[in-house]
């Protein structure tokens, strides 16, 4: 036999040792995986919505975003309706409640999450699913926000909840990575958006709507008007940039943004417009 030879066959015996290895490891794998998953909790929950949608809904949460926006549309809808702003607070309650005592049953009985998760999954984050859900602090935020300030200052707060938090997660996540970062997962991008949402916000609704739509509004409902204030509409409107930008951005015992953006913008905006008031 030559030594050409001798060195294949070497080889060869050599390729076949190591193919007979990456099996046995292969089969020792997969036999410990099939253990491991029998060992798995029978209450793990999978949402389905975000495997067949992916970054849709697990990344860039348009479902959510859609949602969370929309409540701030219907609400503008309403004010134009001349829905009394003080008889909201009551359903508001009734919801919080009502969701209240489904999440409590639901944390407790697996075989009810699971078809929970399976009915609205579209629209829950996946710490969700063994936790308290975000609709909670929403509600409670807003709760606070109609039961103890005036209309205007109160829809304003539930309009920057609505849209400032969605645009500021929104640019946020897109290019925060190319902005320093002002806060636990707050970056300057996702402040800057809310910052001009804010803006426009509070221009375009006392700009436009109270001005179109003051019959609707009874003697003392309206906090701010440019005979009651020593701010005209455009500072005032950067101010509720500023407090838009600040509500987002502010992390308060890490605490759901849901609950602090409401509380802490009608606070900031309520004391903005007490404090130069003629």
Known sequence: M???????????????????????????????????????????????????????????????KVFHS???????????????????????????????ILDVIRLNWPFFNKLYCRCVGALMRKREI?????????????????SFFSKDVTLISLFLLSW????????????????PKIARNKSLAGSLAAFTVGFLTCLMFYGYFVPHYNHLNKEGEIMWTPETSRLDLLPLSLLGGLVASLSEGIDIF???DNFT???????????????FRK
């Open 2 to 64: 030559s030594t050409s030879q001798s060195v294949k066959l070497n080889d060869d015996a050599n390729d076949i040792k190591r193919r007979q290895t990456v099996t046995k490891k292969g089969a020792s794998t997969s036999k410990q995986a099939e253990n491991e998953d029998v060992h798995l909790p029978v209450t793990e929950i999978h949402l389905k919505s975000h495997e067949w949608f992916g970054d849709f809904i697990t990344k860039h949460e348009i479902p959510r």
């Open 70 to 100: 929309s409540i701030g549309f219907i609400t503008l809808y309403l004010y134009t309706d001349g829905i009394n702003y003080k008889h909201v607070t009551k359903p508001l309650i009734i919801a919080f409640v009502n969701i209240f």
């Open 130 to 146: 063994h936790a308290y859900n975000g609709v909670l602090w929403y509600l409670l935020g807003l709760i606070f926000s109609f």
């Open 164 to 179: 400032s938090d969605t645009a500021a997660s929104t640019f946020g996540r897109k290019y925060g990575h190319l902005t």
């Open 254 to 256: 890490n605490w759901d």
């Open 261 to 275: 953006i409401p509380v802490l913008s009608s606070i900031f905006l309520h004391s903005v417009i007490y404090i």
